[in-house]
């Protein structure tokens, strides 16, 4: 266990059904859908939390946990100290089919658990996002901040912006704004093409973030929200430090894929090695799954799925357990693809294999009439 990290608590936010996703999350949560590198989306932020080792981690679960919490007990537990992670489910914690009604309402509820330890810093990461990162220095740079709060944010373009919050800081990185998901967003003053946002990961000083959340439960129009509630209100306070991570990590990439497009883009871009982020070490490589492979023309066979020879696809995601035959075409023609498939607007088509199933009594019954 690293000094900087032995008085951390790690709680992991992964409740997200990814609705955006459509069909791959139809039977499990966004983290578990499978992604580049082996594994799931989850790996990403696990291999940072293994390499930081906090004193413990506690993972929050809620929507269709199932996949999710069989491949974290398989493949990462024996990755932390004996008695280390805890998966909290949220209907099983607040005894609500509906489990926790927000980011922070996770955290509240599990509050006795989390400062058992009694932690002088919680660290809160997201499950959902694609990158690599020393926490550690993160948590080192919250500590010389002086101040309770520290969120870690990067650069996007001004057009994607509005899907995150948006952050502006003073000369210190102190943050002076932060407007969730705007319409307009605010650009960085030294890049006008880019903004500032909230990656979701946060330090803060343990005793703070109690105040905090005890505070926000008991106010009744709270949506019970890290990004609603607590940051803004944080923020007003002038109690909220900004980690640049791309200033203190060389080639530091971080990808939010929430969106076919950006699942099928980011998946491309590990798997190809265009951009510069290592895959995550499993604790024990023979036991990742089947890596996701690439096919010409921009097509992602997620594991489990196959493509016949002679198939033609482009700019499509194949689902796992799908198994596309030799004489389909998809990605040329969108009123085509938008019959028998999902496709975004910028063009990218899920395949599944229940869309499959449908295609072929489609076509079935064409060739009937033709007979």
Same mark, same amino acid.
């Given at each position: 266990?690293?000094?900087?990290a032995?008085n951390?608590?790690?709680?992991?936010? #992964?409740?997200?059904?990814?609705?955006?996703?459509?069909?791959? %999350?139809?039977?499990?949560?966004?983290?578990?859908? =499978?992604?580049?590198?082996?594994?799931?989306?989850?790996?990403?932020?696990?291999?940072?939390?293994?390499?930081?080792?906090?004193?413990? /981690?506690?993972?929050?679960?809620?929507?269709?946990?199932?996949?999710?919490?069989?491949?974290?007990?398989?493949?990462?537990?024996?990755?932390?100290?004996?008695?280390?992670?805890?998966?909290?489910?949220?209907?099983?914690?607040?005894?609500?089919?509906?489990?926790?009604?927000? %980011?922070?309402? *996770?955290?509240?509820?599990?509050?006795?658990?989390?400062?058992?330890?009694?932690?002088?810093?919680? &660290?809160? +990461?997201? #499950? !959902?996002?694609?990158?690599?990162? @020393?926490?550690?220095?993160?948590?080192?740079?919250?500590?010389?901040?002086?101040?309770?709060?520290?969120?870690?944010?990067?650069?996007?373009?001004?057009?994607? *912006?509005r899907?995150?919050?948006?952050?502006?800081? $003073?000369?210190?990185?102190?943050?002076?704004?932060?407007?969730?998901?705007?319409?307009?967003?605010?650009?960085?003053?030294?890049? =006008?093409?880019?903004?500032?946002?909230?990656?979701?990961?946060y330090?803060? @000083?343990?005793?703070?973030?109690?105040?905090?959340?005890?505070?926000?439960h008991?106010?009744?129009?709270?949506?019970?929200?890290?990004?609603? !509630?607590i940051?803004?209100d944080?923020v007003?306070?002038?109690?909220?430090?900004?980690?640049?991570?791309?200033?203190?990590e060389?080639?530091?990439?971080?990808? @939010?894929?929430?969106? /076919?497009?950006a699942?099928?883009?980011?998946?491309? *871009?590990?798997?190809?090695?265009?951009?510069?982020?290592?895959?995550? *070490?499993?604790? !024990?490589?023979?036991?990742?799954?089947?890596?996701?492979?690439?096919?010409?023309?921009?097509?992602?066979?997620?594991?489990?799925? $196959?493509? #016949?020879?002679?198939? &033609? &696809?482009?700019?499509?995601?194949?689902?796992?357990?799908?198994?596309?035959?030799?004489?389909?075409?998809?990605?040329?023609?969108?009123?085509?693809?938008?019959?028998?498939?999902r496709?975004?607007?910028?063009?990218? +088509?899920?395949?599944?294999?229940?869309?499959?199933?449908r295609? #072929?009594?489609?076509?079935?019954?064409?060739?009937?009439?033709?007979?």
């Amino acid at each position: 266990m690293s000094e900087i990290a032995h008085n951390i608590v790690a709680v992991m936010l #992964a409740g997200g059904q990814g609705s955006r996703l459509f069909e791959l %999350t139809e039977d499990m949560c966004k983290p578990a859908v =499978p992604f580049a590198g082996g594994g799931r989306i989850v790996d990403w932020t696990m291999a940072n939390l293994a390499h930081c080792a906090p004193a413990r /981690l506690l993972v929050a679960t809620q929507y269709r946990p199932a996949a999710l919490i069989d491949h974290l007990n398989t493949i990462w537990r024996d990755a932390f100290a004996p008695g280390t992670m805890h998966i909290r489910d949220g209907g099983v914690v607040t005894g609500q089919p509906e489990g926790y009604v927000g %980011t922070a309402d *996770a955290v509240t509820r599990n509050l006795s658990e989390i400062m058992a330890p009694k932690p002088d810093h919680v &660290l809160v +990461v997201a #499950a !959902d996002h694609v990158y690599r990162m @020393d926490y550690s220095a993160m948590i080192a740079a919250h500590r010389a901040s002086g101040l309770p709060v520290t969120v870690a944010v990067d650069r996007v373009p001004l057009e994607q *912006a509005r899907a995150f919050g948006v952050i502006s800081v $003073d000369g210190r990185g102190r943050v002076r704004e932060f407007d969730e998901k705007p319409q307009d967003p605010k650009p960085m003053a030294r890049d =006008p093409s880019r903004a500032l946002v909230s990656m979701g990961i946060y330090v803060f @000083d343990a005793a703070w973030l109690r105040t905090a959340l005890v505070a926000d439960h008991e106010v009744p129009l709270s949506s019970h929200d890290f990004g609603h !509630d607590i940051l803004p209100d944080a923020v007003l306070h002038g109690a909220v430090q900004a980690y640049d991570v791309a200033e203190h990590e060389a080639n530091f990439f971080w990808r @939010d894929v929430g969106t /076919l497009d950006a699942l099928r883009e980011t998946c491309i *871009a590990i798997a190809t090695g265009s951009v510069r982020c290592a895959c995550p *070490a499993y604790p !024990d490589m023979a036991a990742r799954g089947r890596f996701t492979r690439v096919l010409p023309g921009g097509t992602v066979v997620l594991p489990g799925a $196959d493509v #016949a020879r002679g198939a &033609l &696809l482009q700019n499509t995601i194949v689902a796992p357990g799908a198994y596309v035959p030799r004489d389909l075409v998809a990605g040329f023609n969108r009123y085509h693809d938008e019959q028998h498939f999902r496709v975004t607007p910028s063009g990218t +088509v899920l395949i599944t294999p229940g869309m499959l199933a449908r295609h #072929a009594e489609y076509e079935s019954r064409i060739n009937l009439l033709r007979a």
